[in-house]
């Protein structure tokens, strides 16, 4: 695995996507099964906080510490490493209905309001550096800001107070018992930042800082939790796609020894998978391969399993096969964005007439869907480029170094792409729209 200015995740499926300035790279994981499964389990929390499943993402900064965060009312945004260290579907539940009680009780519009509007792949990645700058309490300047606007940010961005702090939780505990999830986990989660504060600052982890821990603080939400206990039942199926996101996460980021150890014995569908990932990243590609069609032959239905067997297949130079993998994928799930940019890399490898044609199709969608992910809009500019479009291949390019916290870059290729568009055309209004974020 390579971490650069925009890295990749063995090329596909799971992509490790920069939305910050060189000097301070923010690094998110974008993979369509990890993000699907975290819906699953955030969906019933969301909808007891009163906010809509569909308007709120919850996506995955490459860190690992233990940290989660909002920027605005649209994402919340969960450090790999506190995925990873949490021991339960209701562990991660709770996260992400603490971080849904500062939405629903509308804190973020009385710290930067003015991110609340970052709609622009460059607004994005912008706001994105800044509150990462400021959950690591750091001082410098992110994605071109000057120190002192990011102090100001610090004090009002993440400045939790007491007040809210104790609200978010009371809410949290609310939202679980709405959505039948136990809501002891909530205090589970705090024990593991029991003695954070003891730490000096710099040794601390940043959820630590962001969000207030104390003594006092957890013994009153154990009160509240024993006044309010709830009847919640044992959920198999949270259970399923917590082991399925952490268990692909940890495939693709432990050493696959270490995995394939921990699967030995396991012929379940998320045992399975990670000994696929795990054969594929030491390079044995016949068996990741016949694991892939092992899991396929027992699930046929699921886009995700296909979406991987498609990855597995394009990362072993077999671009025909993966393919139709992706076919099959799309066929599944045509709306899923990150399914249909692996389909558009795959088409591109092929690298025919047609099959560049149709990857640019494909890629449009894809964009269209989500138009925040740097890989879709790095292999949309090369579709671009392979089908003579240089004036889109231009604006592709600049929204994806604007979305990167490239500035100068950005401002090359919007410079190319207003000169090489038609004047007054919206793919030439979108390349002013990075002009503006640039300036």
């Known amino acids: 695995m390579r971490l650069s200015v925009l890295s990749i995740f063995l090329s596909a499926a799971i992509t490790l996507v920069s939305v910050a300035a060189p000097a301070h790279a923010v690094n998110l994981i974008r993979d369509a ?18 906010l809509n499943p569909n308007n ?3 996506l995955i900064v490459n860190d690992s510490t233990m940290n989660a965060f909002v920027i605005n009312e649209r994402a919340i945004f969960i450090h790999s490493g506190l995925l990873q260290r949490v021991n339960s579907a209701g562990q991660l539940q709770s996260i992400i209905a603490h971080e849904a009680a500062h939405i629903a009780n509308d804190h973020i519009s009385r710290r930067l309001t003015n991110l609340r509007g970052a709609n622009t792949a460059a607004g994005f990645g912008i706001a994105l550096a800044l509150a990462v700058a400021i959950a690591s309490d750091s001082g410098a300047a992110a994605g071109g800001i000057a120190a002192g606007a990011a102090g100001a940010a610090q004090r009002q961005f993440f400045a939790h107070t007491r007040a809210e702090e104790s609200a978010a939780d009371q809410s949290s505990v609310r939202f679980m018992l709405r959505a039948g999830v136990d809501p002891a986990s909530t205090a589970e989660v705090l024990e593991l930042f ?20 104390t003594s006092d603080r957890i013994r009153a939400l154990r009160g509240l939790i024993a006044a309010n206990p709830g009847n919640a039942a044992p959920n198999p199926n949270a259970d399923f796609w917590f082991a399925r996101a952490q268990g692909k996460l940890s495939a693709f980021t432990q050493n696959p020894s270490w995995t394939l150890r921990r699967v030995r014995n396991d012929d379940s569908p998320v045992g399975l998978m990670r000994a696929a990932v795990a054969y594929h990243r030491q390079a044995d590609a016949n068996r990741a391969i016949q694991t892939m069609q092992t899991l396929l032959a027992q699930y046929p239905n ?4 296909y979406e991987l067997f498609g990855q597995i297949l394009l990362e072993s130079r077999q671009a025909g096969p993966a393919v139709q993998a992706y076919q099959n994928a799309v066929a599944l799930n045509g709306d899923e964005p990150l399914i249909l940019a692996g389909y558009g890399r795959a088409l591109l490898a092929l690298d025919t007439a047609d099959s560049n044609a149709r990857a640019v199709t494909t890629l449009e969608r894809a964009r269209a869907l989500d138009g925040q992910s740097s890989a879709t ?19 592709a390019t600049a929204e994806r170094y ?9 401002l090359v290729h919007a410079t190319r792409g207003v000169d090489r568009l038609a004047r007054g055309s919206a793919p030439w209004q979108r390349a002013q729209d990075v002009l503006s974020a640039v300036q």
């Open 402 to 410: 604007a979305l990167q916290g490239r500035m100068d870059d950005a």
């Open 33 to 50: 099964d990890i993000e699907h499964s975290l819906d699953q389990l955030a969906a019933p929390i969301l909808r007891a906080a009163g």
């Open 377 to 395: 809009l790095r292999d949309l500019g090369q579709a671009y480029a392979r089908t003579n479009q240089p004036g889109l291949a231009s604006l």
């Open 56 to 58: 709120v993402r919850i």
């Open 194 to 213: 029991r003695g954070q504060e003891a730490l000096s600052v710099s040794r601390q982890a940043p959820y630590a800082r962001t969000h207030p821990l």
């Open 302 to 305: 699921d886009a995700y399993w």
